[in-house]
């Protein structure tokens, strides 16, 4: 695209025209006094017109933000533009999920000697990989006569990570299964945590001697503590579908926002209790983090709940089961609006599996009244639903029945009870039959 004159380029050419045309042929000199300055502003702008098209390059201070985070869009020129240049202007495209600062997202600067840079505050309001939309930058010459379009060819993405809510636990969990984890055990061991003082047996180590006491009853004794245990906690997050409205960080949360959220926030608790965490997305055949420890592996997890909301090929029970196998001995959260059959019929394998599942409700408290009755029958659509969520109560008590504890998320001490509650019945005797 080359340089094109601006409408008032036109109007000025036009009206100079006209005016000494009137004054020559009808002898007025008061429209030759109006025209000519008309005329000499086009000629200067014609005179003084760019020959060079501007390049423009964009960039971003960040491309990793959390959720409510902002960056600064930087558009610069480089040095060496055309000095008949008086003008650049740039205007972002509105884009889903951002708000600008100015709120218009356009911003125009002056063209001086050396480089020319324009900013735009960039705010993330919702979790995932979006785009932002090139922006349409405009270059305008001397007295506003001639303009260029130019696009840069440069596209930005900004990754936007799920805010981690505030979550914490107790340290109650049921059959921890290894030797590096935060966690106490049932069984003595190497460990923090005091467990009591024995008399010492062959085999002790000699750093554990308790010399006090040695000395006070003239026998060795030991200082016996609790092993330190990890456990692998798997998280299942169902992105099958979503229901309610999102509104981003500053609005309602639909039931996907609740469960990625959440599951951001439980495996960052976890691991950095030392756990093994593994992360399971029921709604796609591909997507899933294995079990790792460690901050990198929260910013693996955290990287697979970006994608959370582009839909996959929908797995059924069968191979849910045959591509997610879960050992016994695990701890199971499913996050989970608890409305799919092949979600709850996962949840009642995973039980007869022998592991501790807990369901993690995330249907939004006022999902009747944010369905979006325009878009069905409004006679038929109300009853429906209500039928639908009768049908869901009946199979939380089901779930109940089997052992498996509901509990609507509500971020910090969600879990603290049933988790309890579980620790308790693992550590409980066996009765065999």
């Not at 006070?216 to 245990?229: A, G, I, K, P």
């Not at 929908?314 to 849910?320: F, K, R």
Request: charged share 25%.
């Amino acid at each position: 695209m080359s340089w094109r004159p601006t409408h008032a380029q036109i109007r000025a050419i036009c009206a100079a025209a006209v005016l000494l045309a009137v004054a020559v042929l009808f002898r007025r000199p008061d429209a030759a006094v109006f025209g000519l300055p008309l005329a000499f502003l086009a000629a200067w702008g014609r005179f003084f017109r760019p020959r060079e098209r501007p390049e423009v390059h964009t960039e971003l201070d960040a491309d990793v933000l959390f959720e409510g985070q902002g960056t600064t869009y930087r558009l610069r020129v480089p040095d060496g533009v055309d000095p008949d240049i008086d003008l650049i202007v740039a205007a972002l495209p509105r884009t889903a999920w951002f708000q600008y600062d100015p709120p218009q997202a356009a911003i125009a600067e002056p063209v001086s000697n050396g480089e020319v840079t324009l900013e735009v505050g960039v705010r993330s309001k919702r979790w995932g990989l979006r785009s932002l939309e090139r922006p349409t930058v405009t270059a305008t010459s001397s007295v506003g006569a001639y303009r260029i379009q130019v696009t840069s060819v440069e596209s930005q993405t900004v990754t936007t990570l799920p805010l981690r809510e505030g979550f914490e636990a107790v340290d109650a969990v049921p059959r921890p299964a290894g030797l590096v984890g935060l966690h106490r055990s049932r069984r003595p061991g190497e460990g923090t945590e005091l467990a009591g003082v024995r008399p010492f047996r062959t085999g002790d180590r000699l750093r554990r001697i308790n010399w006090a006491v040695s000395a006070r009853t003239q026998e060795l004794h030991v200082t016996s503590t609790w092993s330190d245990r990890d456990t692998e906690v798997v998280i299942m997050v169902d992105t099958g579908g979503e229901i309610g409205v999102s509104e981003g960080i500053d609005g309602r949360s639909s039931s996907l926002d609740t469960a990625v959220r959440a599951a951001a926030a439980v495996a960052e608790h976890y691991l950095r209790n030392g756990d093994r965490v593994r992360l399971i997305d029921t709604g796609s055949l591909f997507r899933g983090v294995r079990s790792g420890s460690g901050r990198a592996h929260l910013r693996r997890i955290l990287d697979t709940l970006v994608h959370a909301d582009r839909r996959g090929r929908q797995q059924d029970e069968e191979q849910l089961a045959r591509r997610n196998r879960v050992r016994s001995d695990s701890l199971v959260l499913v996050l989970s609006p608890l409305l799919r059959p092949v979600m709850l019929g996962y949840i009642v394998t995973l039980v007869h599996s022998g592991c501790t599942v807990i369901a993690i409700d995330t249907l939004p408290p006022d999902v009747e009244s944010i369905m979006d009755v325009d878009a069905h029958d409004s006679r038929s659509w109300p009853l429906a639903w209500r039928l639908r969520l009768l049908e869901r109560r009946r199979d939380l008590d089901r779930l109940s029945d089997l052992g498996v504890p509901t509990v609507p998320w509500r971020g910090s001490g969600t879990l603290d009870e049933v988790l309890r509650d579980a620790a308790r019945l693992s550590a409980a005797p066996r009765i065999r039959s």
